[in-house]
């Protein structure tokens, strides 16, 4: 599947330079940083390739969209298996401590430390459909819209393509009625808890996987803490991992 999304290697007409290093090596060291949570530098020397290579053709990929591609690809192939349950999904997000760099802010949550905010929308099982990231600071309403617009047509076993769940769960932060007029305006049940009715206690029948897939993202080391200035590289680290998620389900 990497092939079929990875740019073709630069050719060099006069000859001559260093031989590139394998894709498949550079993608191990990739996936071993995402996992692990290590450093470029710290990169050990099994790999065969220098950090700086590592870091420099993860940028590349990181420009041309390369692992937004690979996770649309395994969406596709989860939804030709039959994989996918598109009649409940649910959306969550999640802060986390951000060094510095763009799309940070204060954390309300963490004294108003700076930080940074993965948001999720889940089908019924746990599989993350869509991703997106924020600066802590952003409320998660604001996020619902965009998060919902970027569910790509996916295939599906029988049938044309789907990117609408028949309801969405969601927690009190997005209780807005603007909100649901938006989601029954394209088809989608609203299931939201209602504050000042329901329970902060209780996460509800189905909001319970959204926070599964959380601690999914969480056992990869890289997302513990945001070490990225830019924006896109942190994206990117961020559909490493859902893309991992929907890969170990393929593999079972």
């Known amino acids: 599947m990497f092939q079929r999304v990875v740019p073709s290697a630069p050719t060099r007409p006069q000859g001559g330079g260093r031989r590139r290093?394998?894709?498949?090596?550079?993608?191990?060291?990739?996936?071993?940083?995402?996992?692990?949570?290590?450093?470029?530098?710290?990169?050990?020397?099994?790999?065969?390739?220098?950090?700086?290579?590592?870091h420099r053709r993860f940028a590349e990929w990181s420009a041309a969209r390369v692992w937004a591609k690979l996770y649309r690809i395994l969406l596709?192939?989860?939804?030709v298996r039959g994989e996918l349950d598109w009649s409940r999904c649910a959306i969550d997000s999640v802060s986390l401590r951000a060094m510095k760099g763009e799309l940070t802010g204060p954390n309300p949550v963490d004294r108003g430390k700076k930080g940074s905010k993965i948001h999720l929308i889940t089908?019924?099982?746990?599989?993350?459909?869509?991703?997106?990231?924020?600066?802590a600071n952003v409320h998660d309403s604001l996020a619902l819209?965009?998060?919902v617009r970027s569910i790509p047509p996916i295939r599906s076993r029988r049938g044309p393509r789907r990117r609408r769940p028949g309801k969405l769960h969601g927690d009190k932060g997005?209780?807005?009625?603007?909100?649901?007029?938006?989601?029954?305006?394209?088809?989608?049940?609203?299931?939201?808890?209602?504050?000042?009715?329901e329970s902060s206690q209780r996460l509800g029948?189905?909001?319970?996987?959204?926070?599964?897939t959380v601690s999914w993202l969480a056992g990869y080391r890289r997302l513990h803490r945001r070490y990225e200035r830019r924006a896109d590289h942190f994206a990117s680290f961020v559909a490493i991992a859902a893309a991992l998620i929907c890969?170990?389900?393929?593999?079972n």
């Open 205 to 212: 029948r189905h909001r319970w996987v959204v926070e599964r």
């Open 76 to 79: 596709d192939e989860l939804g």
């Open 174 to 197: 997005y209780d807005y009625p603007h909100l649901r007029v938006f989601l029954r305006g394209r088809g989608i049940i609203p299931r939201i808890a209602r504050r000042g009715i």
């Open 21 to 54: 290093v394998d894709d498949r090596v550079i993608l191990a060291a990739i996936v071993y940083v995402a996992t692990t949570g290590c450093a470029w530098r710290q990169l050990p020397p099994v790999f065969g390739a220098s950090w700086q290579t590592v």
């Open 123 to 135: 089908e019924r099982t746990g599989l993350p459909l869509a991703v997106a990231i924020s600066a």
């Open 145 to 147: 819209e965009p998060l």
């Open 247 to 251: 890969y170990r389900r393929l593999a």
